[in-house]
């Protein structure tokens, strides 16, 4: 069946570059998201990537796509006290039939940043 | 333009107890789509709709849960006879129509926190 797999935790020095990953299973993946969630909020969208591209840069954020391994990662760069938050990884499959909104997400990665 | 707007953000239920959240999609949105998020879990989807059908609700647990969205108003998620399982999150998504029905970028509310005691 589909699944994301996401690390938990990951904790950073303020300024450094983050990276966190995420693999999928659904070869079949049309687009891939990154979500932002901050504790007792609802989910940021920071951006998506369509299947067929690599790379998608958006000012501190740069996603990267392998599809061969089926593997996202998402990069921030520089990055600051106010990126501490839950980072959500998700797929949406190529059924165009009922399951378009359909987005399966990853547990989530913990992202926290050290002053 | 106002995001996706859900309601209540907080509610309290006792077991037994009906539970309803709305929600209003962004404008021009027609698509709305219905996750649940358990403590430390990511967000399970639950039902997708367009105004008044229904389609696809293979999230959506077979008894006590319906969701609906009328073709005035706000997308109603209906919780009877809550239990404390049904404590958790429930957010709202809502996308433009576009390429096969949805657009690519899905927008989520703030979510409403029900908590069943």
């Known amino acids: 069946g589909e699944d994301v797999e996401q690390s938990l935790f990951l904790s950073v020095r303020e300024g450094d570059s983050s990276v966190i990953n995420c693999t999928y299973t659904?070869?079949?993946?049309?687009?891939l998201y990154w979500y932002k969630q901050e504790p007792g909020a609802g989910l940021q969208l920071l951006t998506y990537?369509?299947?067929?591209?690599d790379m998608k840069q958006d000012q501190r954020l740069t996603v990267l796509l392998n599809k061969k391994d089926k593997h996202l990662s998402l990069r921030i760069a520089d990055t600051q006290t106010g990126d501490s938050a839950i980072y959500f990884c998700?797929?949406?499959?190529?059924?165009?039939?009922?399951?378009?909104?359909?987005?399966?997400f990853g547990k989530g990665t913990k992202l926290s940043v050290k002053p | 333009n106002a995001g996706v707007m859900q309601n209540p953000r907080h509610l309290v239920r006792r077991r037994g107890q009906e539970a309803r959240l709305r929600c209003s999609p962004m404008k021009g949105h027609s698509h709305v789509y219905w996750y649940r998020q358990l403590p430390e879990e990511g967000l399970k989807f639950m039902v997708y709709l367009q105004k008044e059908n229904i389609i696809d609700e293979s999230g959506m647990p077979k008894e006590r849960f319906s969701a609906e969205f009328p073709k005035e108003g706000p997308s109603i998620l209906r919780i009877q006879q809550v239990v404390r399982g049904d404590s958790a999150a429930y957010f709202c998504?809502?996308?433009?129509?576009?390429?096969?029905?949805?657009?690519?970028?899905?927008?989520f509310g703030e979510g409403s926190w029900l908590t069943v005691v």
């Open positions: 659904d070869s079949s993946s049309t687009y």
């Open positions: 990537i369509f299947s067929n591209m």
């Open positions: 998504a809502s996308s433009p129509p576009g390429q096969g029905g949805s657009g690519n970028t899905i927008y």
């Open positions: 998700a797929e949406r499959g190529a059924n165009y039939g009922g399951s378009q909104g359909n987005l399966i």
